[in-house]
């Protein structure tokens, strides 16, 4: 059971509607995140925005990597579920490559490079070292996409911390970062 409330649409406040109905309209549901974040209008319009913009960077494969490895060094089973799921059916990465992916690897050199990149961020706090910097940028990766895989490190750690504060009640199938890929 989640320690933070989890409100029913009717219980949502009123500022918070019309986004989650957006989110039921283009999922055809509201995952418990979402539910949770409209505790507070703010974060929710927050989070949104800031998904909305990144999910302009990089490509969609990338991104779920990138949400499977950080979910694993921060040990989100909310989150872990979630970017299993999406991996699986939106990205359409297969089970080994989702395996790899949450130790920070990939099958494909690239993005093992950028995969492996994210998760010494997300690791590290940021405190990364210039040989990091360089390996991800030998991968055919610019500066302005470092930024994007850091800016996409923060927004998913911010939803690893969010859902193990809350103990978010998980609504996908269940992942486990302690069964180690």
Do not use: W
Not at 12 to 17: G, H, V
């Amino acid at each position: 059971m989640s320690r933070l409330t989890i409100p029913s649409h009717e219980d949502t406040p009123e500022a918070a509607r019309a986004t989650l109905d957006a989110i039921e309209k283009q999922l055809g549901t509201v995952p418990n995140l979402f539910r949770l974040l409209a505790n507070s209008p703010a974060a929710l319009q927050a989070y949104t925005g800031l998904q909305g913009a990144l999910g302009k960077t990089l490509d969609l494969k990338t991104r779920e990597r990138i949400a499977l490895a950080v979910a694993q060094v921060n040990g989100c089973d909310y989150c872990l579920s979630a970017h299993t799921y999406l991996g699986h059916n939106l990205a359409k990465l297969g089970t080994e490559e989702i395996a790899l992916n949450r130790r920070g690897h990939s099958a494909d050199a690239r993005a093992d490079a950028v995969v492996n990149f994210a998760a010494t961020v997300a690791r590290e706090r940021g405190h990364v070292a210039d040989a990091d910097i360089e390996a991800v940028r030998r991968a055919g990766f610019s500066d302005a996409q470092i930024v994007e895989v850091v800016a996409l490190v923060a927004e998913n750690s911010f939803t690893n911390f969010l859902n193990e504060v809350a103990r978010t009640e998980i609504d996908f199938p269940v992942v486990l970062a302690a069964d180690a890929a």
